[in-house]
């Protein structure tokens, strides 16, 4: 058997997902999965690295490096769980931790840590990493990327589709029944970013469980049509955004005087209007939406959701055979077999890039002296 492992950190930084993947056969299977905890110093320091406005190249290295080291770790706990020898794998993909994110800068520009020769060399399995960066080259956004990978397991012919994923940032993808229709998909704007990073502010809590304390608060419906205003979410797709954008700070330019309580519930209130807003607006034909990442495990989202999105059927992908919590390690796994295989890993419908190209850099694993 021939496996692949995917690496997914995440803008949340709470933990590094691993999933063990099986694509033979043309399936998508999860044969094994590991959620790695990230210590609380080395996300204490990263936070500081992404929201810093000044750049420390000696930390940004040092970083790299400990993070690279992490995921091997995470990888090898895996495997080890499951008595699986690292022989058995063809690849690692690793998405790495995005520290920065400008699309739309001149010139356009993205950086993702973990280095990838650490995760080859400890592991001694074939990694793939830096899989932006080809899409921008080509004028693309770099991002989403898990698209494809939506485009290939998860299409109906029956039923015209979004799968939502709600991490740190939102993004959708609209798989139409008629194959003729171009798969389309873009970053709606925060998930969990300001929810997370509010209740972290004022209740020394990494998130809202549930959203249990954002429940007892109130919407204060003023701001929220106030940040509804920003004119990311008013931009033509293709877009990408992350929390270089969508942060505390972002959230203090706005005049509020509110209760913490009533500031989360708002925030809440913005994930969801801004993905119902972006569901209506770009694919107004959806009949299904299958939410993946961690606010498919947030009933109070989920509740939001399917009251905005009165006449849609909203469930996660949980219902397509796969757990949502490993959609996107999942997905970075699969796109390191296209890599392998030569095959691109971008739709340019998605990014924006003038081309499809194959994504990412190849670092070998352990030589083979056979």
Same mark, same amino acid.
């Given at each position: 058997?021939?496996?692949?492992?995917?690496?997914?950190?995440?803008?949340?930084? !709470?933990?590094? !997902?691993?999933?063990?993947?099986?694509?033979?056969?043309?399936?998508?299977?999860?044969?094994?999965?590991?959620?790695?905890?990230?210590?609380?110093?080395?996300?204490?320091?990263?936070?500081? =690295?992404?929201?810093?406005?000044?750049?420390?190249? @000696?930390? /940004?290295?040092?970083? !790299?490096?400990?993070?690279?080291? =992490?995921?091997? !770790?995470?990888?090898?706990?895996?495997?080890?769980?499951?008595?699986?020898?690292?022989?058995?794998?063809?690849?690692?993909?690793?998405?790495?931790?995005?520290?920065?994110?400008?699309?739309?800068?001149?010139?356009?520009?993205?950086?993702?840590?973990?280095?990838?020769?650490?995760?080859?060399?400890?592991?001694?399995?074939?990694?793939?990493?830096? /899989? @932006? @960066?080809?899409?921008?080259?080509?004028?693309?956004?770099?991002?989403?990327?898990?698209?494809?990978?939506?485009?290939?397991?998860?299409?109906?012919?029956?039923?015209? @589709?979004?799968?939502?994923?709600?991490?740190?940032?939102?993004?959708?993808?609209?798989?139409?029944?008629?194959?003729?229709?171009?798969?389309?998909? /873009?970053?709606?704007?925060?998930?969990?970013?300001? #929810?997370?990073?509010?209740?972290?502010?004022?209740?020394?809590?990494?998130?809202?469980?549930?959203?249990?304390?954002?429940?007892?608060?109130?919407?204060?419906?003023?701001?929220?049509?106030?940040? =509804?205003?920003?004119?990311? /979410?008013?931009?033509?797709?293709?877009?990408?955004?992350?929390?270089?954008?969508?942060? #505390?700070?972002? =959230?203090?330019?706005?005049?509020?005087?509110?209760?913490?309580?009533?500031?989360?519930?708002?925030?809440?209130?913005?994930?969801?209007?801004?993905?119902?807003?972006?569901?209506?607006?770009?694919?107004?034909?959806?009949?299904?939406?299958?939410?993946?990442?961690?606010?498919?495990?947030?009933?109070?989202?989920?509740?939001?959701?399917?009251?905005?999105?009165?006449?849609?059927?909203?469930?996660?992908?949980?219902? #397509?055979?796969?757990?949502?919590?490993?959609?996107? +390690?999942? +997905?970075?796994?699969? #796109?390191?077999?296209?890599?392998?295989?030569?095959?691109?890993?971008?739709?340019?419908?998605?990014?924006?890039?003038?081309?499809?190209?194959?994504?990412?850099?190849?670092?070998?694993?352990?030589?083979?002296?056979?």
């Amino acid at each position: 058997m021939a496996y692949y492992i995917g690496l997914m950190s995440g803008t949340s930084m !709470d933990a590094i !997902d691993a999933a063990l993947m099986d694509f033979s056969n043309h399936q998508c299977k999860i044969v094994a999965s590991h959620s790695h905890d990230i210590p609380v110093e080395l996300e204490q320091r990263l936070q500081q =690295l992404i929201q810093s406005e000044t750049f420390n190249i @000696r930390e /940004f290295g040092a970083l !790299d490096i400990e993070l690279g080291k =992490l995921f091997a !770790d995470a990888c090898k706990r895996l495997l080890q769980q499951n008595k699986i020898e690292a022989s058995e794998i063809l690849a690692i993909g690793s998405h790495g931790q995005t520290v920065f994110h400008a699309p739309d800068s001149t010139p356009p520009f993205t950086l993702q840590i973990g280095d990838p020769n650490t995760i080859a060399y400890l592991t001694g399995i074939t990694t793939i990493a830096d /899989f @932006r @960066r080809r899409d921008m080259a080509a004028g693309g956004q770099g991002a989403p990327l898990v698209t494809a990978f939506h485009n290939r397991f998860f299409r109906s012919h029956e039923h015209n @589709r979004v799968i939502l994923n709600i991490g740190g940032i939102a993004n959708i993808t609209y798989l139409a029944a008629n194959s003729k229709i171009p798969v389309f998909g /873009f970053d709606t704007g925060p998930g969990n970013c300001l #929810l997370d990073s509010w209740i972290l502010q004022h209740r020394n809590q990494h998130f809202d469980k549930d959203g249990e304390w954002g429940a007892t608060g109130k919407i204060n419906r003023t701001l929220l049509q106030i940040l =509804l205003a920003d004119d990311y /979410f008013l931009m033509t797709p293709p877009k990408t955004t992350g929390r270089e954008y969508f942060n #505390l700070r972002w =959230l203090q330019q706005h005049t509020f005087d509110d209760e913490p309580q009533n500031i989360q519930a708002t925030l809440e209130q913005l994930t969801i209007e801004s993905i119902a807003a972006a569901i209506d607006k770009h694919a107004p034909n959806t009949e299904e939406v299958f939410i993946c990442g961690g606010g498919a495990f947030n009933p109070s989202l989920r509740q939001g959701l399917n009251k905005r999105l009165a006449n849609i059927r909203v469930t996660t992908t949980t219902d #397509l055979g796969t757990n949502p919590e490993w959609v996107e +390690a999942a +997905a970075f796994a699969w #796109l390191a077999k296209q890599t392998l295989e030569n095959k691109p890993g971008n739709l340019t419908e998605v990014t924006g890039a003038s081309e499809a190209v194959v994504l990412g850099g190849i670092y070998p694993g352990k030589l083979n002296t056979k």
